[in-house]
T-cell receptor
Framework: SQTIHQWPATLVQPVGSPLSLECTVE??????LYWYRQAAGRGLQLLFYSVGIGQISSEVPQNLSASRPQDRQFILSSKKLLLSDSGFYLC???????????FGSGTRLTVV | QKEVEQDPGPLSVPEGAIVSLNCTYS??????FMWYRQYSRKGPELLMYTYSSGNKEDGRFTAQVDKSSKYISLFIRDSQPSDSATYLC???????????FGKGTMLLVSP
């Protein structure tokens, strides 16, 4: 079975500062990878997904970007954080057995 | 109309009660259906998954899919305080496609 590693678990950043969240996957190769943001009362919002190295699809125009430099590495970045970027960020990978996602443990980002 | 509708709750029940959680959807192309459980400040974990219509049972949990009504349910028997969490439904039309999630129902089971 696959495992998603995400770090850091919590992060407090000032407005205007840069951001880099990393996600790595174990136990699978060439996975479809996803970045979601979860805000209270708003459910899971798909931000980016990737079907392979260097292939990124953006679902929402925003202050964030994503990159996939290696097969099992997915990075979420921002050059300048906004207050509205606060939220719980989740990385996920598709499980080829049941086609659902395996999620990481998430990063709680607070922009102050 | 949203693609997936799910009552946000919270749903409060006493320990031992039978819990029914539901989602409705509008896209008739959905074929794969899942339920995730999410504890506070944790990532969601897959609880149940089913393909097309029918029932699936796993211990105290039963997932039902009624594609004719575009309605899915998760039943929890003999609910426990440890079942207190947010439950999200999810669905997709095909394997390796992006999941569409409900917003989640918060369940509180009191001892």
């Amino acid at each position: 079975s696959q495992t998603i590693h995400q770090w850091p678990a919590t992060l407090v950043q000032p407005v205007g500062s840069p951001l880099s969240l990393e996600c790595t996957v174990e136990g699978t190769s060439n996975p479809n990878l996803y970045w979601y943001r979860q805000a209270a009362g708003r459910g899971l919002q798909l931000l980016f997904y990737s079907v392979g190295i260097g292939q990124i699809s953006s679902e929402v125009p925003q202050n964030l970007s994503a990159s996939r430099p290696q097969d099992r590495q997915f990075i979420l970045s921002s050059k300048k954080l906004l207050l509205s970027d606060s939220g719980f960020y989740l990385c996920a990978s598709i499980d080829g057995i049941h086609y659902g996602y395996t999620f990481g443990s998430g990063t709680r980002l607070t922009v102050v | 109309q949203k693609e997936v509708e799910q009552d946000p709750g919270p749903l409060s029940v006493p320990e031992g009660a039978i819990v029914s959680l539901n989602c409705t959807y509008s896209n008739s192309a959905f074929q794969y259906f899942m339920w995730y459980r999410q504890y506070s400040r944790k990532g969601p974990e897959l609880l149940m998954y089913t393909y097309s219509s029918g029932n699936k049972e796993d211990g105290r949990f039963t997932a039902q899919v009624d594609k004719s009504s575009k309605y899915i349910s998760l039943f929890i028997r003999d609910s426990q305080p440890s079942d207190s969490a947010t439950y999200l439904c999810a669905m997709t039309p095909a394997g390796y496609s992006t999941l569409t999630f409900g917003k989640g129902t918060m369940l509180l089971v009191s001892p």
